[in-house]
């Protein structure tokens, strides 16, 4: 009986880090956007101009849509296609597996 409970903790794990990391792909796409939408809805409840705000929130989804459209796939690795960054850390090249020891 303690084995199937530990199985169910265990999806229920699974399931959770799935959704975490969903969502920060999520943000990590759109997460500028929602900020200046954000900024423009607060300076339009206190009654100033947020036409700057609005205009970043577009220019922003706009580079995510183009993020988005990026062909990505392994043929292309080391392309640093992804404009955010990716998995390299600045400055740092990936070198390729050879498949030597």
Known sequence: MQRQQGQGM????????????SAIGVY????RTVR???AGLAN????????????????AASSAATAANTSKGMG???????SS????????A???YTGGH
């Open 10 to 21: 265990m999806e229920y794990i699974i399931i959770v880090a799935l959704i975490a990391v």
């Open 28 to 31: 990590a796409m759109f997460g």
């Open 36 to 38: 200046n939408q954000t």
């Open 44 to 59: 339009e409840i206190s009654g100033q101009d947020a036409s700057a705000q609005i205009s970043a929130a577009g220019s």
């Open 76 to 82: 292309g690795y080391n392309n640093n296609q992804d």
């Open 85 to 92: 960054g990716g998995a390299s850390t600045p400055g740092t």
């Open 94 to 96: 990936l070198i390729p």
